[in-house]
C-alpha cells in the first residue's frame, strides 16, 4: 500500500486513453468510450467498437503493461454483454513464448472481468498448442491458416455451456479455431465474446 502511493506521487498514472496524467482512464475517455454503441456482428458479442480510445487503451494494455487500464475498460465493457447462464468463462490463450515475453494474457484480464462481474466461473479450458505468427500481419485467408487446429481444449469443456473471451475481434479466424476446439471436446454449447471489435 505505501509502495504503490508512493509509486503514484513519484510517476502518477496516466490516462491510457489521451496520455493526461491522474487516472489509468480520465472521466473524457471514460464518457467517449461510454457513448460509443455496442457493435453489431453475426456470431460474437461485443462490448465497443474499435474506435480511437479504445484502441488506445487495448494497446496501452496490451504492450505496455496498463493492466489497470484494460481491467476497468473490461468492467466497463462486462456491463454491456449479457452472459449464457450457468456459463463457465474461458479466455483465448497465448503460446508460451508470447506469454513469457508479454508477462500476462490481455485476453485473460477480460475474462476474468466478465466472470466476476457477471459472477460466474472462470476457468482455463484451452491450450494453444504451438505457436503462430501475429494475425494483424496477415489477411483474412492467411489467419484462418495461421491459427487452425493451433487449440487444444481440456476434457472439462464436456457438457459445458462456455463463454469464450477475447481481447479484440478483427476477422474471427482465432475465436473460431478455439471454439471448434472446445466443441470438439464436447462442450455443449460456445459463445463469443469480446472487448472490442473491428467493424
Same mark, same amino acid.
Request: proline residues 5%.
Given at each position: 500500500m505505501f509502495m504503490a502511493a508512493l509509486l503514484d506521487v513519484l510517476a502518477p498514472p496516466r490516462c491510457a486513453g489521451c496520455d493526461r496524467p491522474g487516472r489509468v482512464l480520465c472521466e473524457t475517455c471514460v464518457e467517449a468510450i461510454d457513448a460509443t454503441p455496442t457493435p453489431l456482428i453475426s456470431g460474437a458479442r461485443a462490448a465497443f467498437p474499435f474506435s480511437s480510445e479504445v484502441r488506445r487503451v487495448l494497446h496501452c494494455g496490451k504492450f505496455r503493461d496498463c493492466r489497470s487500464a484494460l481491467r476497468t475498460l473490461a468492467w466497463m465493457g462486462a456491463a454491456r454483454l449479457q452472459a449464457p447462464? #450457468?456459463? =463457465?468463462?474461458?479466455?483465448?490463450? =497465448? &503460446?508460451? %513464448?508470447? $506469454?513469457?515475453?508479454? #508477462?500476462?494474457? +490481455?485476453? +485473460?484480464?477480460?475474462? +476474468?472481468? =466478465?466472470?466476476?462481474? *457477471?459472477? =460466474?466461473?472462470d476457468a482455463a479450458l484451452l491450450?494453444?498448442?504451438? *505457436?503462430?505468427?501475429? +494475425? &494483424?500481419a496477415l489477411d483474412r485467408s492467411a %489467419? %484462418? $491458416?495461421?491459427? $487452425? #487446429? $493451433?487449440?487444444?481444449?481440456? &476434457?472439462?469443456s464436456l457438457g459445458a455451456t462456455v463463454w469464450l473471451v477475447d481481447d479484440v475481434l478483427t476477422t474471427g479466424a482465432t475465436v473460431a479455431a478455439a471454439r471448434q476446439a472446445l466443441l470438439g471436446a464436447g462442450a455443449a454449447r460456445v459463445e463469443v465474446a469480446a472487448l472490442a471489435a473491428v467493424l
Amino acid at each position: 500500500m505505501f509502495m504503490a502511493a508512493l509509486l503514484d506521487v513519484l510517476a502518477p498514472p496516466r490516462c491510457a486513453g489521451c496520455d493526461r496524467p491522474g487516472r489509468v482512464l480520465c472521466e473524457t475517455c471514460v464518457e467517449a468510450i461510454d457513448a460509443t454503441p455496442t457493435p453489431l456482428i453475426s456470431g460474437a458479442r461485443a462490448a465497443f467498437p474499435f474506435s480511437s480510445e479504445v484502441r488506445r487503451v487495448l494497446h496501452c494494455g496490451k504492450f505496455r503493461d496498463c493492466r489497470s487500464a484494460l481491467r476497468t475498460l473490461a468492467w466497463m465493457g462486462a456491463a454491456r454483454l449479457q452472459a449464457p447462464p #450457468g456459463s =463457465l468463462v474461458t479466455a483465448v490463450p =497465448l &503460446s508460451r %513464448r508470447r $506469454a513469457a515475453e508479454r #508477462g500476462y494474457n +490481455q485476453a +485473460q484480464v477480460v475474462a +476474468q472481468a =466478465l466472470a466476476d462481474f *457477471h459472477r =460466474l466461473r472462470d476457468a482455463a479450458l484451452l491450450t494453444r498448442n504451438r *505457436h503462430t505468427q501475429p +494475425q &494483424s500481419a496477415l489477411d483474412r485467408s492467411a %489467419r %484462418r $491458416a495461421n491459427v $487452425a #487446429g $493451433a487449440f487444444t481444449a481440456s &476434457s472439462a469443456s464436456l457438457g459445458a455451456t462456455v463463454w469464450l473471451v477475447d481481447d479484440v475481434l478483427t476477422t474471427g479466424a482465432t475465436v473460431a479455431a478455439a471454439r471448434q476446439a472446445l466443441l470438439g471436446a464436447g462442450a455443449a454449447r460456445v459463445e463469443v465474446a469480446a472487448l472490442a471489435a473491428v467493424l
